[in-house]
């Protein structure tokens, strides 16, 4: 049978990766691309602790986490449109007007 | 008798009332207000006074504790109130005098600003002298004590425009503080050593003489102690050496407000306290001692420095030291009821001599110099009639007020155990000053000639009749007040010695019969006052050169005297520049400025600086963020798997 | 058996997520992570969350990801970003942070005691969820419709045209 730490792991490595997209990459869709892979990672996480303490909660949790991340899919997305209506640019680094 | 809280009380509501709706109030509401509080005040105690003279000795005192005030583990304190035959004659003291000086107020203060606001601290006043006095434990009198502090320190600077006000009322304030600490220690003595405060406890306790002998001349046992802390509070308040130097400042204030608090009631409460200690003082002979003698001895300096000034109100001042002197000089004399007996009489006949002065000082626009008056018995004959009535009792002539008095006073003093002759001299040599100088006084005032011109005093004239009538009753006061006190060698029975000599517990003393010795006595102090005028008269009627004359011979001492023997420079050199010079140099610049300033604007200044280093954190770059959050992720992981 | 399957679909869910950051246009890096999902929605079944899977392909595949390529579409972007990177010295900062981060995850779980999935322990059919989100979970249930509420208002109002 397959370990539950292989699960883990490959959930861990996933996070990572997302995690470096968001060093890596600097257009904003690509770091919502990135969000998602690590949102990805985590419901894999959930699903197989669920599997190991044999309830059903885990897998329930996912369920919540689908619709959270559709919900700011939706709400990035909209925002992403409404930046390059101004900017012309999806540079995410043109946006740092919250600076000190 | 249900009625006894009402008399303080009630000008404690006059005062609230005009204190606190007094800007909106027109100037005779306010008056009526508080003149009305006290009037009532005074009706009540009359009434109460009365009840209480039916009643048999074995009922008094009459004690009403009315709530508990501190409770803190076994120590309790009541807010208590004590009527007996001490505490009922000086409550009528206090409201009936305070009652003619309010009415005399209105017509005095009427052009003033701050009409409302004077009446407030008045009214206030008066409410706490009456706590004082009906107090019936040591921590009520002390509240009354302090509140009358604080008000006369409110009345003397009143006029808080002017520095000089306001110096003299802080300077009241904080001599008064010095005997307080004296009062003060000796509450606390007096609950170590008996476990309560309140009079009737400690009294009752004292009469165990197996616990409390009378502690022997020399010795210093905790009896004496108890007895001279409280009379350094005595002396603080009621200005004697070395405490005094207040009082000729405070002549700052208001006439009125001299003649209530410097003259007749404030002043006057060392002198009750000591009464009302009788118990206490009768163990403790050698603080008795000390009492009688710094007593007289401020009588005959006060009164020595009197000899000599020119501002109407300072002679007055002094005065008041000089005979608060002689109140003490009874007190340590054993003659308590004496004491008390020459305080109403004093009331009187000084309430009188400040507000006539204070109508003279009206009357010429403000000028209180008396080489700049002269000749005004013309224009100002109802103030000058109740000033003689009030210099001839205070000089000790017969059959006035004063004279029965002080007579009584002198007669103690003869009988006192302890060097009783020898302060019996000097108490006269006292009398005969305090005859002169105060008919310089009335002299340089009212007779001879005017030494002002008609342009710098424009129409002196009387004052209204409201102030008029408040020196007539206390003129006829101070004519009759005596009449009490007439002693069983003239022919009466001195009703007010035996009054009071229960409340006072005094040890029995010889002045009950009659007797020669005292006759002769009488004789004596009478011409040494007769003395006193007629060289007052010889100076500055018949020979008017003799002043300057003499003067210019004994220069020095001359000097020294109109400088009131430098006391005031003393006292400056000594406490108040050091004190100031600490406060300044050390305790604003370096303390305050430099540590404390510098600690709290410090800290200012370091969140500051990190915070200008800190904001560069905030570069407004999304990934820098999310290199934080994943540095402080690896962080909190390396930390839960340590 | 199970564990080919899992190593093979593991390395096409690492492999296109390691794609989707490599490609220089966002198109291909939205496709590559369709490819990701559906592998990791092999490896639900795997784990017997068999409705989970079928959902991931579904919502997350199907309509998520749909409008993510709408979106680029509609932006119509160029190749590739202008201009030099400003915080070029992330990617130097973030790789071996991130290194460091697996390595701890991997230290802790080489250690643990694992045990054995995929047992017959649970059911992850839709009967089962539907159950659980109905009777344990009702709150969040519905809160959640709330949420979908507050970000369809949010995403009509942040697309406007005139704001």
């Known amino acids: 049978m397959i370990p539950v730490g292989w699960y883990l792991i490959l959930g861990a490595v996933l996070f990572l990766i997302g995690a470096l997209g968001f060093f890596i990459k600097r257009n904003m869709i690509a770091l919502l691309l990135s969000i998602e892979i690590m949102l990805n990672a985590v419901n894999l996480t959930f699903v197989a602790f669920s599997a190991q303490h044999a309830q059903i909660s885990g897998q329930v949790f996912v369920f919540f986490v689908l619709v959270v991340a559709a919900s700011e899919a939706a709400v990035g997305l909209a925002l992403v449109i409404a930046i390059f209506r101004n900017r012309e640019s999806l540079n995410v680094d043109r946006s740092n007007l919250l600076k000190w | ?642 | 058996m199970m564990q080919t399957i899992f190593f093979v679909f593991a390395a096409v869910a690492v492999g296109a997520a390691i794609n989707v950051l490599v490609q220089k246009h966002v198109m291909y890096s939205a496709l590559s992570l369709i490819l990701m999902l559906t592998a990791v929605s092999v490896l639900f079944i795997l784990l017997r969350a068999d409705f989970l899977a079928v959902i991931q392909v579904i919502i997350y595949a199907g309509a998520i990801m749909v409008l993510f390529v709408f979106v680029i579409m509609l932006l119509n972007l160029p190749q590739d970003e202008d201009g030099a990177d400003r915080l070029w010295w992330l990617k130097f900062l973030g790789i071996p942070l991130g290194l460091f981060f697996l390595f701890l995850v991997i230290a802790t779980l080489w250690n643990v005691e694992s045990s054995v999935d995929t047992r017959a322990g649970i059911s992850g059919s839709a009967g089962a969820i539907g159950h659980s989100l109905f009777t344990d979970f009702l709150l969040p249930f519905e809160a959640t419709s709330l949420l979908i509420l507050i970000a369809l208002m949010g995403a009509v109002v942040f697309a406007k045209k005139d704001l």
């Open chain 2, 1 to 642: 008798m249900d009625l006894l809280w009402l008399i303080p009380v009630l000008p404690l509501i006059g005062a609230t009332t005009n204190g606190v709706l007094g800007k909106r109030l027109p100037k005779n509401v306010i008056s009526l207000v508080a003149a009305g509080s006290v009037g009532v005040s005074f009706l009540i105690s009359l009434r109460l006074f009365l009840a209480m003279l039916g009643q048999p000795q074995s009922e008094l005192p009459i004690l009403k504790d009315y709530f508990t005030w501190i409770q803190a583990g076994p120590f309790q304190a009541q807010f208590g109130l004590m009527l007996d035959h001490l505490s009922g004659v000086m409550i009528l003291i206090v409201s009936g005098i305070g009652f003619l000086i309010h009415i005399y107020s209105v017509g005095y203060m009427s052009h003033e600003d701050g009409f409302y606001r004077y009446f407030a601290y008045l009214n206030l006043f008066v409410f706490f002298m009456l706590t004082l006095v009906l107090a019936n434990n040591y921590l009520l009198m002390f509240v009354g004590w302090e509140g009358v502090g604080l008000c006369s320190y409110l009345l003397i600077g009143f006029w808080f425009s002017r520095k000089s006000a306001v110096d003299a009322g802080k300077k009241a304030f904080i001599v008064n503080r010095v005997g307080d600490f004296g009062f003060i220690l000796a509450i606390m003595l007096i609950y170590w050593t008996f476990d309560r405060v309140d009079f009737a406890s400690v009294f009752s306790r004292l009469e165990n003489a197996a616990l409390f002998p009378v502690e022997p001349l020399g010795s210093v046992g905790v009896l004496t102690t108890i007895c001279l802390l409280l009379f350094v509070g005595a002396a603080g308040k009621s200005a004697q050496f070395p405490l005094y130097v207040w009082l000729p400042d405070a002549m700052e204030g208001p006439a009125p407000v001299s003649a209530l608090i410097h003259a007749a009631t404030m002043v006057t409460a060392g002198v009750y306290m000591v009464a009302r200690s009788a118990s206490l003082y009768n163990h403790a002979p050698g603080a008795l001692l000390v009492v009688a003698v710094v007593g007289l001895f401020t009588a005959v300096y006060a009164a020595s420095i009197g000899l000599v000034q020119t501002d109407i109100k300072k002679i007055l001042a002094y005065s008041t030291i000089s005979q608060l002197g002689y109140m003490f000089l009874a007190c340590g004399a054993g003659a308590y009821a004496a004491g008390i007996f020459h305080l109403m009489t004093h009331a009187f006949f000084k309430a009188l001599l400040f507000l006539a002065a204070g109508s003279v000082i009206h009357g010429m626009g403000g000028v209180q110099d008396i080489r700049k008056m002269g000749g005004l018995r013309r224009h100002m004959p109802w103030t000058h009639a109740t000033f003689l009535v009030g210099t001839l009792t205070i000089a000790g002539v017969p059959p006035l007020a004063g004279f029965f008095s002080k007579d009584a006073i002198l007669w103690g003093t003869w009988n006192y155990a302890n060097y009783g002759r020898l302060l019996w001299f000097v108490g006269v040599a006292a009398a005969g000053f305090t005859s002169f100088y105060m008919f310089r006084l009335l002299i340089l005032t009212f007779y001879g000639r005017a030494q002002y011109s008609d342009n710098d005093v424009h129409h002196v004239h009387e004052p209204a009749r409201s102030m008029l009538l408040p020196l007539v009753v206390l003129a006829i006061g101070s004519i009759v007040a005596g009449w009490l006190g007439i002693p069983p060698v003239l022919g009466g029975s001195n009703p007010i010695q035996q009054f009071l000599t229960p409340a006072t517990h005094e040890t029995e003393s010889e002045s009950l019969g009659a007797s020669t010795t005292e006759f002769v006595l009488m004789l004596a102090s009478t011409s040494v006052s007769l003395l006193g005028l007629g060289l007052a008269y010889l100076f500055y009627v018949a020979r008017p050169e003799l002043p300057e004359k003499m003067a210019a011979r004994t220069h020095a001492m001359y000097s020294i005297m109109v400088n009131k023997y430098y006391v005031d420079e003393l006292y400056d050199t000594i406490i108040v520049s050091p004190l100031v010079q600490t406060s300044r140099e050390f305790l604003w610049k370096f303390v305050d400025v430099l540590m404390i300033d510098g600690a709290v604007n410090g800290i200012g200044r370091v969140i500051r600086g990190s915070a200008r280093g800190l904001r560069h954190m905030q570069s407004g770059y999304v990934r820098a963020y999310i290199g934080w959050i994943l540095f402080g992720g690896v962080l909190v992981m390396a930390w839960f798997l340590r």
